[in-house]
């Protein structure tokens, strides 16, 4: 599937103020990247839901599909399935696709609708499926490419750990200052395992510990961050990564350490943070001493960033701290569409955390 021009019979829907609205399809809303969507999207007076899509639900009541939301109040549609949206979209139903599939599972959705996905104003993908650029995609990371998503009309949203690790680096990447292989840990909620019911992500079986998990160059993410690195720096990018799964919902906590290719202090490598996240809304450079907390981002679409340097100041330590399901997916997701449509990008999306 190619990306087009919006094209240009899509009627325009306006509010009652002459306000630009995006009617919006969700696919895949049963799942935990689904609903946050939603729940973001219902406090965005510029997004219209105009169709939930779920197997699992279709055809129950939207309030089964999202019991923390008044769906009355909110006038959710009825949730269908997938095959009901070619119809929706030939009647003019939405003008954006939001996909919220597991991996791989979009890629096959679009082999066989691929024809009237063309057709559509704006997708966005939270999915692996398009994230190296496949089918004229655009990488959505906005503090990182706002210009390429401005101008687009297809995006890839990124990954939870590769969102956290990129805006730990991203000051030290476009400086030039890497001089090696990154080495990146992160302890990860059990949310970003998906909604599927496994074994491995039970409460028996992960309440009280932490686990290890595709440690070393196996995990999917691995090629993500290295293409992001190297994009960045304009160079290659070696990276190894060590995720643990934790006894919490959701938040990621994440360390990135790497050598420098001159002696940086500390004060010189948090100067150059500060000045280079200033104008962005979503990401909190914390004072020198001060580290990250995933409490402190819950709920929120803020990156909380602390950066020093150690061993004489011929290494980097970076941490991050967001919430997987907000800044790590579906708030990324809105945050892309304000930046797709030229609306304020914070429209609609919580910079505040909520830590109990």
Request: with cysteine.
């Given at each position: 599937m190619t990306a087009p021009a919006i094209p240009s019979a899509a009627p325009v829907v306006t509010d009652a103020r002459g306000r630009r609205v995006a009617r919006v399809a969700v696919?895949?809303?049963?799942?935990?990247?689904?609903?946050?969507?939603?729940?973001?999207?219902?406090?965005?007076?510029?997004?219209?839901?105009?169709?939930?899509?779920?197997?699992?639900h279709a055809g129950r009541p939207a309030a089964e599909l999202m019991p923390g939301v008044d769906a009355r109040a909110a006038a959710l549609p009825a949730p269908v399935t997938p095959d009901a949206l070619p119809a929706l979209f030939e009647e003019g139903a939405f003008d954006t696709l939001v996909a919220c599939l597991p991996h791989g599972a979009f890629k096959d959705y679009c082999a066989v609708h691929g024809e009237w996905i063309s057709k559509l104003a704006r997708v966005i993908d939270l999915s692996s499926d398009h994230r190296d650029g496949a089918d004229g995609y655009v990488y959505g990371l906005p503090e990182a490419f706002r210009d390429q998503i401005?101008?687009?009309?297809?995006i890839a949203n990124?990954?939870?750990y590769p969102t956290a690790a990129t805006l730990a680096l991203l000051p030290a990447l476009e400086a030039g200052w890497l001089g090696g292989p990154v080495?990146?840990?992160?302890?990860?909620?059990?949310?970003?395992?998906?909604?599927?019911p496994a074994l491995r992500t039970s409460f028996v079986e992960l309440d009280?510990?932490?686990?290890?998990?595709?440690?070393?160059?196996?995990?999917?993410?691995?090629?993500?961050?290295?293409?992001?690195?190297?994009?960045?720096?304009?160079?290659?990018?070696?990276?190894?990564?060590v995720p643990q799964l934790t006894p919490m919902a959701r938040g990621i906590l994440l360390t990135a350490t790497v050598s420098l290719t001159r002696t940086i202090s500390p004060e010189e490598a948090h100067e150059a943070y500060v000045k280079r996240y200033a104008n962005e809304t979503f990401v909190r450079v914390l004072p020198q001493g001060e580290w990250p907390e995933t409490r402190a981002v819950r709920n929120s679409n803020r990156c909380d960033v602390t950066v020093t340097t150690?061993?004489?100041?011929?290494?980097?330590?970076?941490?991050?701290?967001?919430d997987n399901l907000v800044k790590g997916a579906a708030g990324q997701a809105l945050q892309n569409l304000n930046v797709l449509l030229g609306w304020p990008e914070a429209w609609g999306l919580p910079v505040h955390g909520n830590p109990w």
């Open positions: 696919l895949g809303a049963s799942g935990y990247s689904g609903q946050e969507f939603i729940r973001l999207a219902l406090q965005h007076d510029g997004v219209q839901i105009a169709a939930l899509v779920s197997r699992e401005s101008t687009a009309t297809r990124p990954g939870c080495s990146v840990t992160a302890l990860s909620g059990v949310s970003g395992a998906g909604r599927k009280g510990g932490a686990a290890i998990y595709k440690a070393g160059e196996v995990h999917q993410h691995v090629p993500e961050m290295a293409r992001n690195f190297a994009k960045l720096s304009n160079g290659s990018a070696m990276v190894s990564f150690v061993h004489d100041g011929r290494t980097l330590l970076a941490t991050t701290a967001i």
